[in-house]
């Protein structure tokens, strides 16, 4: 394969899918043993928990509930049995609310050591000033998803507050779509409608793509980015 090529090739996939996940019927090292086939350098499962999901007519009333005590020691195993192979890393889709846990998300992964530099959150819609301020203490990226977040109708990532906060913020598909400038011209449009203004945010969104990106893939990958 031709150096140059090779070195435009994605690299990485951070969103992965497994049988643990309700949305698969993969199998954790089928995935991993096909990436390393394709000459990936790191992946990371991402599996859903979502305790707030409706019961479906097709899952059932386990739609969505992570089987938590088994994932994170399966995966944990599987990250040392092919360390040599692949970089695996471990994470975790989730939706969280107050009244199954009484703490807020970001709060709940500070309080298990989660956050810290080399970790990535993302979407991070509705976050409150004090768990930006959590983010921002513990050196947590942020990846803001925006047409993933549109098509879901879920809201809107608070681009603006959080680089205001100084926290590192990358830009993100959500696997939407692979075209970054239409993700950009996405995350400027729906941060002009929800600031009510024309002229925010132009700084902030080309940043996180042409800068930020960067930034945040050096974190991970041994050379230059």
């Not at 090739?9 to 497994?18: A, C, E, G």
């Not at 970089?87 to 889709?93: C, L, P």
């Not at 549109?150 to 959080?162: F, Q």
């Not at 996405?186 to 930034?215: D, H, I, S, Y």
Request: glycine share 6%; aromatic share 8%; net charge negative.
């Amino acid at each position: 394969m031709p150096k140059r090529l090779k070195e435009t090739m994605i690299r990485s996939d951070f969103h992965m899918h497994t049988a643990f996940s309700t949305d698969s019927e993969e199998a954790v090292e089928s995935m991993l043993n096909r990436a390393v086939e394709r000459g990936l350098y790191s992946v990371c499962i991402t599996d859903h928990m979502d305790a707030d999901y409706p019961p479906d007519d097709e899952m059932g009333e386990s739609a969505f509930r992570l089987d938590t005590e088994n994932y994170f020691p399966f995966l944990l195993k599987k990250k040392k049995e092919y360390e040599e192979r692949i970089q695996v890393r471990i994470g975790i889709e989730f939706y969280d609310s107050l009244q199954n846990y009484g703490r807020r998300p970001v709060q709940r992964l500070h309080d298990h050591g989660i956050l810290g530099e080399k970790t990535i959150l993302g979407h991070c819609i509705h976050v409150n000033p004090a768990e930006i301020e959590l983010i921002q203490n513990t050196h947590t990226m942020v990846v803001n998803n925006p047409e993933s977040n549109m098509s879901n109708a879920v809201g809107v990532c608070p681009v603006l507050p959080l680089s205001k906060a100084g926290i590192l913020l990358g830009l993100g598909t959500d696997a939407w779509t692979n075209d970054m400038i239409e993700s950009l011209k996405a995350a400027l449009c729906v941060q002009r409608l929800n600031a009510c203004l024309p002229n925010v945010a132009w700084c902030e969104v080309t940043g996180m793509l042409f800068k930020n990106n960067a930034k945040i893939g050096a974190k991970y990958f041994p050379d230059e980015v």
